[in-house]
């Protein structure tokens, strides 16, 4: 069966593109595939974080994948750093990958940029998210537009560490979503939506009330020509809002905006829509915050199936690479 797995940052509040772009999509997969969700809270440690907020915010991460209707029965939940193999095969890799490599990723350029102390982890974050995608023979690796880069990445370590040392690995795939692959930020429509955003008043939390969803739609930034046309480049803001309508009722772009000759009602249909499809992941994010230690035993179970496959892939990429094994 097609082996799935995806990771999300315990960085923050979930919002609608990590709902749209992700979570949505790895709740279908669980149906059709062999899923491994991970929070991946080794990643949370690259960039500048409190101790008890992160621990709060793994927790918190968990049920959001449960509140976005991912099942523990259907699929393997859990936590990176409760199997230990993460990051013991990221060095693995890191002597895999090369300096230049590391040093495109886009990603890695935004997050450093203009900083004065740039963490080795935030530079090394690739080889650690390729470990975990290797580590579980993935085929799929359902992602936002933002993380192709990275898949990308692994690929080619991948493709490189066969070669080397023999097949050791599956060469995996990204999946991103044809629709909402990248929400943008609805105050600064040249940003995505982030969890790091400026302004809360353009990201949509999954868990804001529908007055602050309705609230938020409302004044969101467009432009002044009136006109409702899909144009991301000189229309950013009114663009995303047709994507955002098109992802939530399932319509095309184009018959969205053929429906519309003015932004207001736009706005307010978009808004109604959003608060439908977000009620029912509200009420289970609830439902499941009530029950801490219900989450800590499934989160346990999650980590002992994750170490059953991942021991046996490290074993073999050490055994490749020529460490000499315990007698
Ligand atoms: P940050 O918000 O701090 O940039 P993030 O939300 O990108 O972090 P993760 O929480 O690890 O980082 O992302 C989880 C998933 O959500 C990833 O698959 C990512 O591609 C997707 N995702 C994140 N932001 C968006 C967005 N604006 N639009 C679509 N998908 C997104
Ligand atoms: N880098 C990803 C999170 C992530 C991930 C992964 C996604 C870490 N490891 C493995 C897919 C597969 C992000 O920031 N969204």
Redesign the pocket.
Known sequence: MTRVF????P??A??L??Y????RQWAADQWEFDCFYCV?DL?GLTVEFDPADLRRRTLE?AVGFLAAGVEPEQCTLFVQSHVHEHAELAWLIECTASFGELSRMTQFKEKSHGRESVKAGLFTYPALMAADILLYDADRV??????RQHLELTRDVALRFNHRYGETFVVPEAAVPRQ?????DLQHPGS??????ESPQGTIDLLDTPEQIAQKVRRAVTDTDGEVRYDPEHKPGLSNLLELMAAVTGRSIDDVAAAYDRYGPLKADLAEALVEALGPVRERYETYSSDPAEITALLDQGAEKAAGVASKTLARAKDAMGLLPRG
């Open positions: 995806s990771g999300v940052q960085s923050g979930l919002h593109g990590n749209l772009g992700a979570f991946v990643h991460t359902p992602v936002g537009d933002d993380q909402a692959a990248r929400v943008m995505k939506m982030s969890k790091s955003a």
